[in-house]
């Protein structure tokens, strides 16, 4: 049987200076001779070439935040996929819930996007997830798995992505759902990967997101179909991360 590799994403969002770099090489020193699977550090664009540089040849990968579909053009303030190449990124979130409600972000524009971070070599960790009034109504599961299919270009050849289940609700408030709501959403998740990409999309890991923290990460990393996580504020501390990923 084929399973994913685990990957733990860091993922700083606007937050993050020079000095912040010293976080991240912290994050490498601390895992040392680690091979419990991969690590990535997903800081600011600013930040992306001088980290890149920092880790270089070591166990951290460093990601983007998001990209624009366009390889290059007017598009003023925004940035493809192959100048996250160019700076050194080898992964790149894309779908994040705080794009798609700020910035009108569909799961068309996200699919596109997948594609062109595919064509660029970047390894996309695609995110989707429920509001509480989806649950609430409950629409989680429906609204979930539509996601995923509409995220993901259909023509997808590769299992080089990562899928990121990120309850809104439970982005940066402490709340999480219980680990049977979120073994049956990677379940669901899983079984849609599965019939639209059959078995090759079986080492493709389900992140979970969404309030991970030292100590609820264990947990929530044995559960079915977790094959890793996703993690906002806490990756911003070196020891809180290395804290999450000791419970790969
Ligand atoms: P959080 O954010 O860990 O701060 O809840 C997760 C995310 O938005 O990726």
């Excluded at 910035?103 to 660029?120: F, I, M, P």
């Excluded at 990967?193 to 929530?220: H, Q």
Aim: charge should be negative.
């Amino acid at each position: 049987m084929t399973v994913p590799i685990p990957l733990i994403a860091g993922n700083w969002k606007m937050n993050g200076l020079a000095a912040s770099l010293d976080e991240a090489r912290a994050v490498a020193v601390g895992l040392g001779t680690f091979r419990g699977g991969r690590v990535a550090i997903c800081p600011p664009a600013t930040l992306i070439e001088r980290l890149s540089r920092a880790l270089a040849g070591g166990p951290v990968l460093v990601g983007g935040q998001d990209c624009r579909a366009e390889a290059s053009g007017a598009f003023t303030g925004d940035i493809s996929a192959e100048m996250l190449v160019d700076a050194g990124a080898s992964l790149v979130i894309l779908g994040h819930s705080e794009r798609r409600a700020g910035y009108a972000e569909t799961d068309a524009a996200v699919a596109a996007k997948v594609g062109a971070a595919l064509r660029a070599g970047l390894e996309p960790i695609v995110c989707v997830g429920e509001t509480l009034d989806q649950r609430q109504a409950g629409e989680a599961l429906a609204v979930v798995t539509e996601q995923v299919r509409g995220s993901l270009p259909a023509e997808l050849a590769t299992d080089a992505f990562a899928v990121a289940y990120e309850p809104v609700w439970a982005i940066g408030t402490g709340l999480t759902p219980t680990i049977a709501e979120i073994e049956e959403m990677h379940v669901a998740i899983r079984a849609t990967l599965r019939e639209m990409f059959g078995a090759r999309s079986d080492t493709v890991p389900i992140l979970y997101g969404g309030s991970v923290k030292p100590s609820n990460a264990a947990e929530i990393l044995r559960a079915t179909e977790v094959g890793g996580a996703l993690v906002g504020g806490a990756s911003l501390k070196a020891a809180d991360f290395l804290g999450i990923i000791e419970g790969l």
